[in-house]
T-cell receptor, first 116, second 114 residues
């Protein structure tokens, strides 16, 4: 049971390049999330997916796209990277149901992205 | 929507002293309140959580209290040790008709001075 995994761990991009961050979970969770964390800052939600086939914008979605490929995988794409997107990106997953108490949210190890 | 405020943003304590971090939330329907610890360069990890039908929960040196009337909850760490130094995040889970993400506070950087 690997939990939440992310690839790559580190990435350096030039301005204007594109890339996809991969995330997978093996806990049969229905909800998955992408956050960014800037130095000394909190967690800001980029996009989330409450179930396979659905995605919703979070607090800071501009410049990003996501795909919920199946129940296990949720990818984040930067189409044209900008220096402002330099950050640490965390994927997370959780089992939750409508109208009931929520359950523990697990985070992946993070991807450290630098855009020059 | 839900809004979570966390205080203080930084906290320094002497080893062995207690540390208290407080959070307030705005949505009275929120029903789940986790606390996460993030060590330098690592991922956030759950350390304790509390549900709205409980007023207090303890796990060894850490405890969380919840006051639903005042809409605030607190993390208490007793007998602090250097390894407690980290950033701590509180969160609240809004309850509505659909699945909604956790709303996080902005974090508290705790430094335990040996």
């Amino acid at each position: 049971n690997a939990g939440v995994t992310q690839t790559p761990k580190f990435q350096v991009l030039k301005t204007g390049q594109s890339m996809t961050l991969q995330c997978a979970q093996d806990m049969n969770h229905n909800s998955m999330y992408w956050y960014r964390q800037d130095p000394g800052m909190g967690l800001r939600l980029i996009y989330y997916s409450a179930s396979e086939g659905t995605t919703d914008k979070g607090e800071v979605p501009n410049g990003y796209n996501v795909s919920r490929l199946n129940k296990r995988e949720f990818s984040l794409r930067l189409e044209s990277a900008a220096p402002s997107q330099t950050s640490v990106y965390f994927c997370a997953s959780r089992y939750e149901t409508s109208g009931r108490s929520s359950y523990e949210q697990y985070f992946g190890p993070g991807t450290r992205l630098t855009v020059t | 929507g839900e809004n979570v405020e966390q205080h203080p943003s930084t906290l320094s304590v002497q080893e062995g002293d207690s540390a208290v971090i407080k959070c307030t939330y705005s949505d009275s329907a929120s029903n789940y309140f986790p606390w996460y610890k993030q060590e330098l360069g690592k991922r956030p990890q759950l350390i304790i959580d509390i549900r709205s039908n409980v007023g207090e929960k303890k796990d060894q040196r850490i405890a969380v209290t919840l006051n639903k009337t005042a809409k605030h909850f607190s993390l208490h760490i007793t007998e602090t040790q250097p390894e407690d130094s980290a950033v701590y995040f509180c969160a609240a889970s809004p309850r509505n008709s659909g699945n909604t993400p956790l709303v996080f506070g902005k974090g508290t950087r705790l430094s335990v001075i040996a």
